[in-house]
């Protein structure tokens, strides 16, 4: 078995097909192109804010795992062939390559998605994963939805009165969801906003004295690389836990958000939460959001770290 670095000129259709099968066909990459442009860009060899590494049977990519390095939290995905019998091994020894990337560039941790089905505690990913040294940095399952706009439709006593757009500003957003007891979603915005965009759309409630009650934010994207449809991505909902909005509120307020999104002819909303604010999911969930994605737990391992 050969264990490299990826290269621009290594097969991406079967890294593609190994990222496919693994995540039962939610993998973010269509097509091989896609896989190549995720490490390189600009078609250049050095692309220091992502690598990757493969293993070799002959011509064969039996296993692949790649690397984000662009945040503190580097964010791993990997794939091995569901022939290889010995997984934890071949996992471990890409592993111990990413570690001394990570090392390298300064860095502590490496951070991983799980995906387990609905309402799954446990899988054999999981306790694969904790033996090399993984562990929980978020105790509740986060989960993905969707909204379709085009079925979901605007109450005729709609109450938007209250909502503003806000400047858009990623380390005051961040800091406020962490100040009001919100880390889980404080570290999904960190992970989802990286960096300023004029895409970016922050809208609040405030009351008759200006005190913030409520954030709203999302990026307006294509949510389809290969689509000219626009979608509000990344969307999530915060109430100030000092103020206790009644239901009714809360639920006026997410339905202003989405009114506006209609106004900006946008197609579908995709949200990302913690399910720790089991209150935010079910009011999203009877206003529609009953499309589920994805549900995963958050790992991240500190390099060096193994039973």
Known sequence: MILRQVTPNDDFEQIRELLA??????????????????FFANGEFQRQSRIGFITLDGPKITAF????????????????????????????DLLEKCEGVVAERGGKRISYFAFTEFGQLRNRELFTLERLGFRTSDEYMRISMRLSLADWDEPEALNNGNIRVEAFDLENV????????????????RHQFKREDPGHVCLSLRDEE?????????????????????????????????????RIAKKQFLQGVLYTMKQLELQFVHSLM??????IFTLMVREGFDDIRSNFFALTKTVGDRE
């Open 210 to 246: 200006e005190q913030l009650l409520a954030l709203a934010y999302y990026k307006v994207k294509k949510a389809d690389p290969d689509s000219e449809v626009l979608s509000a991505t990344a969307f999530n909902l915060h109430f100030r836990p000092q103020y206790e909005l009644p």
């Open 21 to 38: 099968e693994k995540e039962g066909g939610l993998a973010l990459y269509r097509t091989a192109a896609h896989v190549r442009e995720w």
């Open 174 to 189: 961040a800091q406020l969801l962490k100040d009001d007891g919100n880390k889980q979603n404080a570290a999904i915005f």
């Open 65 to 92: 795992v790649g690397l984000d390095l662009r945040v503190n939290d580097v964010v791993m995905i990997y794939a091995i062939h569901p022939s290889d019998s010995d997984n934890v091994r071949i996992l471990s």
């Open 274 to 279: 913690s399910l720790r604010h089991a209150d």
